[in-house]
């Protein structure tokens, strides 16, 4: 449980641009409301409607000349008149601090008030709106007098400041924000997400890309936001693409290249072995001949490792017969095991098909039987088994040697990575060759231990079918 939370959590602080977008959705609406929370303010400060409305001034007026004789009655006309004016307003509480105030003089007395709290607020001068300070507050007041009569209104209104300290107290700003950001934010990221789908059809193919595969992306978006980016993820690939052509020939050539001197070299070297008398002369010949078979050996990876990554990209894979191309392997590689006293041995289904290009197959094969002779021990056996396995094709190689620890066998797949404590000479490109050649069939290879402690190296191909299309090699 905790550890869902905390993977949750993760999640969550992990930056995302649809949350990003969202949020920036929500900030604008949030924006706008506030601007226009605080335009009405201003407005309402700066131009104060119910205070311009003279017939309100001008019916307190002549209900306070007409109940004049009558005060109890002219207390409870005004109460009505102000109770009847505030409803209108949308407010019915006259002790509101928005609730506009509302004081009514005959002579110098004071005949009525909205409310206690609210001391008197005298303009000073008639019949235009003023900024009047009263109890420790600003109001926008206006005071107008009968012409006829003794009799003067005085209508105020809040400041700017308390209105929108009290629209705020009382959730006027914070409420329709609460209320409304839910319902908008499913629309808003389902716009979003729409929006963002050529962008996703952008990550989905490079995501679904292998690490050879450097063609250009097929989709071309129209999206004047998205074209910049697919070309220059496009040029990219060309560039990337034309650097490993270019360091694949260079290779590739300095090996070909390589194979004339060491073949020269060896020649030369046996005829002086074969006069030579002197024992120690004899013994040192011998060792260099060794060491130019690990050259010529390199030589020739090199050359293999250069043809799998350099299949050409148009190339169509053919119908093989897995069981009978492993087969004729090891009839091939019979005289190496025996030379090494290593009895190869072979586990086969019939009719096990694959779709895929034979040098590449067979220098795979190759590569992974010639290591396991290359590490058992005089008298051991190694164990080659091909089958189906659901859909695939299933290749393993078992030997006696010493095997791979578990912490290097992904590191064994990059090239001229050896084991630091392995004794037997390489160069450390056979199984990145196996990898490379797994890897353009749309296959998987993976090392593991046998039940005696040897490598069990084991390959999976995509199994051909007899409807199967002939797709292009992964690139």
């Known amino acids: ?113 909205s409310t206690a709290a609210v001391p008197v607020i005298l303009n000073t001068v008639p019949n235009r709106v003023e900024t009047v300070k009263a109890g420790n507050r600003e109001w926008r007041a206006r005071t107008l007098a009968s012409p006829t009569s003794d009799v003067r209104v005085m209508l105020a209104e809040p400041s700017v400041w308390r209105l929108t300290v009290t629209v705020m107290y009382r959730g006027y700003y914070l409420l329709p924000l609460v209320i409304s950001l839910p319902f908008l934010v499913f629309p808003a990221w389902l716009s979003v997400r729409l929006a963002l789908r050529p962008w996703r059809r952008v990550s989905q193919e490079t995501a ?40 694949r020939s260079l290779i590739a050539d300095a090996a070909h290249e390589l194979r004339t001197p060491l073949a ?41 490792l250069m043809r799998s990554d350099a299949v050409s990209d148009n190339a169509l894979p053919v119908m093989l017969s897995l069981d009978a191309l492993v087969q004729d392997r090891l009839a091939m590689i019979e005289g190496l095991a025996s030379a090494r006293n290593v009895e190869l041995e072979l586990v086969s289904e019939d009719r096990v098909p694959v779709l895929g290009e034979r040098e590449s197959l067979v220098s795979m094969i190759d590569n992974l039987i010639n290591n396991a002779i290359k590490y058992s021990p005089p008298g051991s056996t190694v ?8 859909t695939q094709a299933l290749l393993t190689v078992a030997d006696e040697g010493p095997g791979i620890p578990p912490a290097l066998r992904e590191r064994v797949f990059d090239r001229f990575f050896r084991n630091p404590d392995q004794n037997q000479s390489g160069s450390g490109l056979g199984l990145a060759i196996v990898k490379s050649v797994v890897d353009r069939h749309g296959g998987e290879v993976a090392l593991g231990e046998t039940a005696n402690g040897g490598l069990l190296a084991t390959v999976r191909l995509p199994l051909a079918m007899a409807d199967t299309p002939q797709p292009m090699l992964c690139s």
Do not use: C
């Open 1 to 113: 449980m905790m550890q869902a939370l905390a993977q949750r959590w993760k999640n969550w602080k992990q930056p995302s641009l649809m949350r990003r977008l969202l949020l920036a959705q929500m900030g604008v609406v949030a924006l706008l409301w506030t601007m226009a929370i605080a335009l009405l303010l201003y407005d309402s400060y700066d131009d104060p409607e119910l205070l311009k409305f003279d017939k309100i001034f001008q019916s307190v007026i002549a209900i306070a000349k007409n109940t004049a004789d009558q005060p109890d009655k002219q207390q409870e006309t005004l109460a009505a008149f102000e109770a009847a004016l505030l409803e209108t307003m949308g407010d019915g509480d006259a002790a509101s601090d928005t609730s506009p105030v509302l004081q009514v003089w005959q002579g110098d007395k004071l005949i009525y008030r």
């Open 208 to 247: 679904e890309r292998g690490p050879a595969d450097l063609t250009p992306l097929s989709y071309a978006p129209p999206h004047k936001e998205l074209q910049p980016l697919v070309q220059s993820i496009n040029s990219l690939l060309q560039r990337v693409r034309d650097s490993t052509s270019r360091e």
């Open 264 to 304: 020269a070299m060896r020649v030369n070297v046996e005829a002086l072995k074969e006069q030579s008398t002197d024992e120690q002369q004899r013994e040192l010949m011998g060792n260099l001949l060794r060491s130019n078979d690990r050259a010529a050996r390199l030589v020739g990876q090199l050359l293999q």
């Open 383 to 390: 164990v080659v088994h091909v089958a189906r396995e659901g």
